[in-house]
């Protein structure tokens, strides 16, 4: 036998201790902050589901909890069985978003908003608008679900909270997910999305659509996030990967196209152990515990954009001002 043939079992003993060992941190990390006063207000796994197929008769009975899961999962942004065989049959939609925002009307558009008071936040609609997406629809393992959660002020208030357990055999991943949009969300005139977040330390991905296919062509993009730290994290449509079937597409092959801002369809958050598609892993993953929590998801555009000075301009002189004006900074980093 060859060295290497004894070699690969303790490489692989090796790799697994120092993914027991990542492991057990994150849940050390993952049980000090669940020690914080928190109060859930409503969870998207709290919907009405007595009249869905697996949830009934026979199959509530014989399907094991990880496939009722799967289907619950699948249904929720698929729909039924005969919407998702008959395509002309139209599957669960959301509200399209868009929005001033407040405090910057003139750069930003508020696409979602988790914080006290939101149009977001009221009763019913965060449960028919984001749901959780995880492995488990592929045969994976991991257990992770999307709420509302309400905070003391002092560490941020109301948000919305991806939580739970990722397991890396498997699928290895988790994520929350919006329906379909009614309607595309016209992002034209925006350079990116703007995520206000707060993370354990882990390596998340943004992912926007520009189809309704559920399984048709996503576009991906990495960032990072620090434990315990409220951040704006800038991720410029120009970062966006196309991904295909879990694998990245090549700028020299027919599938590959640029993204069509004016017409997205759904957004999406996922914690995986790869960056973009099924290639390089992704540094921080490890099993075990994890959370990520969301006051806000904007759409944003730089402040020297020619667009932006326009519609300063014209607000200046409806508003009788003038003088110099400051602007928003742009990039796949936190601000």
Known sequence: MTTLAFGAPSA??????VDTLHSRA????????????RLTVTSASGRDEKDSWWASGIFSALLPSRAKEAAREIEYFGGSPLQQVLPWVPGPRTDSPGRPFAADPENQLVLFDFSANSPDTQPG?????????????????????????R?????????????????????????????????????SDYHGVRLDVR????????????????????????????????????????????????????????????????????????LSKFELGMGARNPTFASGPFALEVRRIRAYRNADDPRAEKTRAVLKAARGEGGGDGGSTSGSAAR
């Open 12 to 17: 692989i003993r090796a790799s697994r201790f």
């Open 151 to 187: 905070l003391p002020e002092a560490q941020g208030g109301m948000c919305a909270k991806l939580s739970g357990v990722v397991e890396g055999d498997g699928g290895g991943f988790v994520s929350m997910r919006s329906r379909n949009f009614q309607q595309s969300a016209d992002l």
């Open 125 to 149: 609609v965060f449960e028919k608008t984001w749901g959780a997406l995880n492995d488990v629809v592929m045969g994976g393992r991991s257990e992770a679900s999307v709420s509302l959660v």
């Open 199 to 270: 993370g354990d330390g882990r390596r998340y991905k943004l992912i926007a659509r520009d189809v309704d296919d559920f399984f048709g062509l996503a576009w991906h993009a990495s960032f990072d996030t620090t434990e315990g730290e409220w951040l704006e994290v800038d991720v410029p449509f120009a970062d966006l990967k196309p991904v295909l079937r879990a694998d990245v597409v090549d700028e020299n092959t027919a599938d590959f196209r640029a993204f069509r801002k004016d017409r997205v369809k759904s957004l999406q958050l996922m």
């Open 26 to 37: 994150s849940r050390r990390r993952a049980a000090s902050r669940n020690t914080r006063a």
